[in-house]
């Protein structure tokens, strides 16, 4: 055997062990996957507040302003701004009513309108006090549950005007007097 024969043997078998290059891609990806793979988990838990859901409630609230009401409510379903596209579509634009302005009211109106803040809410049977806790209350209606504190308007229009705990359980008393016990 030459020395020239064994050069081109090995040369044979270097073209024939070489690896293509297609492989040679996808290995690179494999082994990219796989480092994603390893490291996605521990950047999600170090950065939770860019994979987190937002959450549903962050304490913004409109509070109303406490002041006697009149003797017509009346909100236009075009005042509110937190409309939907849906709800702006719904909103009838004719105008069918007019509302008496606060200049116009008469003494007669102004003795109904006093009359009136000792009627209670349409529809509201009453309420009952679920729970106390931390200088708030928590009372259910057939509307709903809402959460109060001292000086709150109450469903029957009084408010209320403190706590009191009677034998071991809480007890709420209105500004009309009337105590609501804890169930």
Known sequence: MRDSDADEIVRQRRREAKMPLIDKILGAIGLAMAAAATFLPWYVFLHPEKFSIPPLWQGTTRDLPERSGRSVVSVSPLAMTDMD?????????????????????????KENAKEGLDQPFPGQAGFKL????????????????????????????????????????????????????AK
């Not at 596209?85 to 007669?108: I, K, Q």
């Not at 009084?158 to 009337?178: C, Q």
């Open 85 to 109: 596209s849906e709800t702006a579509a719904a909103v009838d634009r004719l105008t069918t009513a007019t509302v008496p302005g606060l200049d116009g009211e008469t003494a007669r109106d």
């Open 130 to 181: 679920m729970h106390v806790a931390n200088g708030r209350a928590l009372i259910e209606d057939q509307s709903g549950m809402y959460i109060v504190r001292v000086g709150s308007v109450l469903p029957d229009n009084s408010r209320l005007a403190t706590f009191e705990e009677r034998d071991g359980r809480w007890v709420m008393i209105t500004s009309k007097g009337e105590v609501y016990e």
